[in-house]
């Protein structure tokens, strides 16, 4: 008989071992060693047992032990000395608190967080983000507020069929045996949140409290008895159910995520955030739910809009279309109008948020991106790349505007050191650089680790790889139908000594899992190098209802199952954060060849960088950035190639040339028993370059630095003297945009060129603007000048703001300025208005731009 429910039954501690509650429910533990063994400590062998899961351990472990441990003075002083060092760390001030004027607290929302393997609350490099975004905040000092879900069969677990099949399994979580406390109220009843629904129904979510170090996680769990049986289903898995279920998650993460926020801040007495960071747009509708409490304050929804947009940052993350979330229009507006429409927020409004760009997009969807960044002043990709890939993506929300003008940045992607590191990595930091552990400081002093050291922690690192690919390997075979007494070949599985490639991420097909299998023939001669080995390992999870990706595991798993190669290459299912950090730990190689340019960032060889791996990767995301030729390898791309199946066959044959002909023939390369001399050099280079640019504490800075103190101010500037700002802004808004289309350049001219313009001089330019209604102060007339392209159209311009001169009573006003020429060869020009307020973010805010309506022929670079 199976049981209906269940739930885990806590210990209760003796009084002496009450610190280690505290110790257990601040995931602070998740990336600091010394936490981990004195958990070790606490009984080793259950501790192997449960995985290394804090709050099981407390729960498998004997009360006698407990007891034995309640009167061992040195585990004591050891419990004692851990609890004050968290205490310590909790409180003392950081890098943030050195700041002045930074906001006082920020929201960040996502609908997943890769803290853990213990908190099963991700699926990919999405939540593993956020994970990291939340433990540099929390050493940095930042003082976030992070806002999920909780979701009670977390993504899946990943087992195969005997085929080779990825099989999904749904294991029920009880919040009981994670590490959460649920929020309550002072008379001790849980805190819970409400939304309405269409039809007289109620959407319900306790509130359950993940610490992650000096960060508070706030996890809504709609499974509550208050809930008709679909609404307690709405938090039951990760990117699972329909569209009517993903909007009802999606509300449920942004609007009762706002109203969580408000809660925890009364209960605790936590500060309320001055902005808002929306996580990609599975959150989105934490700005509908900000604009309704602010037009329940006597504000119109316009004034509340702009109040709104000054504090909030929206980051996107995925550079195809296909990877945003798009509703049904019909089924948002029944969501938010009709019997469950908000009084002061109009269902047009939201869906005019919501609505694509008339010229490219579906009028019948609601795009929560789009939605997104009409709600955020403030937008950025994360990576170099993905910022220009996103400007492109979205130009059509400016139009009129330059592409490099959309008002879209970016912030590369960072990761968390402590928690990907391998320990003996971070231990020989430590000991020799200890200024770059403390401080993320002085980089270059890496030169100084002997190549003897380097080796042998590689070494350590690869064979804890094996032995764990091997036990991994074995319990897959068995969940396969295999008996133990067919499996004696995996003893033999993998190397310790042999070039070791790893490849583990999502399976969407842009990702190409296969790309390696395109010439098998060539790969099993790689493998199976008798001078030259080569060792693979593979993981990665397909989207349950992604059939394709699917089969791209089922083609590995195929191709690893055969005896001639199969103690070279092996496919580990369940890819999870644990399986993660042995990966990027102990492989030599970090293998990725997405197809250009659809990986937005990509943060995983990153961590193997951290760890002594060097990349081999397609020139996409961060690695577009920051390859400099000597820090691992870039797969060349066969851009320009329409037919994919020719570009795949390019790109694989690249990629066997250089895995055959410059890394492996590098890494063996040796003289005797010594360590590889020229890897080595690209281990340190790879160290000393990258090093300081991919950690997470430098992301954080970035994002206080660039976006979260702006957007404060912005906020700040906006609320001041009961939103008075807001409300002007508002107001200019809606009068510029309506006196808009009476703005027209009526006149250009230019002197001063002579007959053979020469670099070094510049051009008076004279420009004669019909402001309509508008007066000067309402506007910007800016000189647009540089290279040009054969059809006249400029390439990455330059600008110059021209000076009023003179207005008239006709509304004309004249503007003059000078144009440097500074550059040679084909030069143009040309003149451009655009609205103008202090409290704009970009010149393309408000989407309005006036051209000249009929250029003049040129000749010899002079407008007539």
Request: some cysteine; glycine content about 10%; proline content about 6%.
């Amino acid at each position: 008989m199976r049981a209906i429910r269940r739930f885990t039954v806590r210990t209760v501690l003796p009084e002496p071992l009450a610190p280690l509650s505290e110790l257990v429910l601040n995931l602070r533990w998740s990336w600091h060693p010394e936490t981990l063994d004195l958990f070790e400590e606490v009984d080793p062998e259950v501790w192997a047992r449960v995985g290394h899961d804090p709050v099981a351990l407390l729960g498998a472990v004997e009360p006698a032990r407990l007891e034995e441990l309640s009167r061992d003075r040195r585990f004591l002083r050891r419990l004692a000395d851990a609890a004050d060092d968290l205490r310590d760390y909790m409180s003392a001030p950081r890098w943030y608190q050195t700041l002045d004027d930074g906001p006082r607290a920020i929201a960040y929302f996502s609908p997943e967080y890769g803290i853990t393997s213990a908190l099963p609350q991700y699926s990919g490099g999405l939540g593993i983000l956020a994970g990291d975004h939340l433990k540099a905040a929390s050493d940095l000092g930042v003082p976030i507020l992070a806002v999920g879900l909780l979701y009670r069969h977390g993504y899946f677990t990943q087992s195969l069929s005997p085929e080779g099949w990825q099989l999904e399994h749904y294991p029920s979580l009880d919040p009981g045996g994670l590490p959460l406390t649920q929020l309550r109220e002072e008379d001790g009843s849980a805190a819970r949140v409400r939304i309405s629904l269409p039809e007289g129904r109620t959407l319900t979510a306790q509130i359950w409290v993940a610490q992650v170090g000096r960060v508070p996680l706030l996890l809504l769990d709609s499974a509550v008895a208050d809930n008709d049986a679909a609404a307690r289903d709405v938090t039951d898995r990760l990117y699972g159910g329909g569209t009517h279920h993903r909007l009802l998650q999606e509300m449920l993460l942004g609007i009762g995520g706002v109203r969580a926020i408000r809660t925890y801040c009364r209960i605790t007495g936590h500060a309320e955030p001055e902005v808002f960071h929306t996580n990609e747009g599975h959150a989105g509708f934490l700005g509908l739910e900000r604009i309704r409490e602010l037009t329940e304050s006597r504000m119109t929804f316009d004034e509340a809009l702009e109040a709104v947009r000054a504090g909030t940052v929206f980051t996107t993350h995925t550079p195809v279309p296909a990877g945003i979330d798009r509703f049904p229009r019909d089924l948002v507006e029944k969501h938010f109008g009709g019997d469950n429409s908000w009084p002061t927020v109009p269902v047009d409004r939201i869906l005019e948020l919501g609505a694509e760009p008339a010229e490219e997009g579906d009028r019948d969807v609601f795009n929560m991106a789009v939605m997104g960044m009409r709600l955020a002043q403030r937008v950025n990709g994360v990576s170099e790349l993905h910022g220009e890939v996103s400007r492109e993506m979205f130009a059509g929300l400016w139009p009129g505007f330059d592409v490099h003008e959309v008002p879209i940045g970016f912030i590369t992607n960072g990761v968390h050191a402590p928690t990907w590191v391998g320990r003996e990595v971070m231990e020989l930091a430590g000991r020799e650089l200890p200024s770059v552990v403390s401080r993320g400081q002085g980089w270059d002093a890496v030169d100084r680790l002997s190549d003897s050291d380097i080796w042998e922690i590689r070494g350590r690192l690869r064979e804890r790889l094996v032995l764990a690919a091997r036990d991994r390997l074995r319990a897959s075979w068995r969940a396969r139908g295999a008996s133990p007494t067919e499996l004696g070949w995996i003893d033999q599985v993998l190397d310790p000594g042999v070039l070791t490639i790893g490849f583990a991420r999502r399976v969407p097909s842009y990702k190409r899992l296969t790309l390696m299998l395109r010439d098998p023939e060539r790969l099993r001669e790689l493998l199976l190098d008798e001078a030259k080995p080569v060792q693979i390992v593979i993981a990665g999870k397909a989207h349950p209802a992604d059939e394709g990706g699917k089969k791209l595991i089922q083609q590995i798993v195929k191709f690893a199952d055969d005896p001639a190669v199969r103690h070279r290459i092996v496919f580990l299912p369940d890819y999870d954060m644990a399986l993660g950090q042995l990966l990027v730990q102990g492989c030599d190689v970090w293998m990725n060849n997405p197809l250009r340019p659809l990986e937005a960032c990509g943060t995983s060889g990153m961590k193997a960088a951290l760890n002594g791996g060097l990349n081999l990767s397609i020139r996409d995301g961060w690695w577009d950035e920051w390859y400099d030729g000597n820090n691992g390898w870039a797969i060349p791309t066969a851009d320009g190639v329409t037919d994919p199946e020719r570009r795949d066959e390019l790109e694989a044959a690249a990629l066997y040339d250089l895995i055959e002909r410059e890394v492996s023939d590098r890494f063996y390369d040796r003289d005797g028993d010594g360590p590889p001399r020229r890897w080595l050099e690209m281990v340190k280079h790879t160290l000393r370059s990258l090093g300081p640019k991919v950690l997470a504490g430098r992301m954080l800075r970035d994002y206080v630095v660039d976006l979260y103190a702006p957007a404060a101010a912005s906020a700040r500037a906006l609320s001041a003297d009961a939103f008075e700002p807001a409300r002007a802004f508002a107001a200019w808004k809606l009068r510029v945009s309506r006196a808009w289309p009476g703005v027209r350049v009526e006149h250009v001219e230019t002197s001063g060129l002579g007959e053979t313009p020469q670099l070094g001089s510049s051009l008076l330019m004279e420009a004669t603007v019909n402001l309509g209604d508008l007066s000067p102060d309402d506007v910007a007339v800016e000189a647009v000048f540089g290279r040009v392209s054969a059809q006249d159209e400029l390439i990455d311009p330059s600008y110059s703001a021209l000076k009023l001169e003179s207005a008239g009573d006709d509304a004309r006003a004249h503007y003059s300025g000078t144009v440097p020429l500074d550059r040679t060869g084909s030069f143009g020009y040309s003149v451009r208005v655009v609205p103008a307020h202090p409290l704009m973010a970009s010149p393309a805010e408000l989407g309005l731009i006036t051209l000249p309506e009929e250029p003049a022929g040129m000749t010899n670079g002079t407008l007539r």
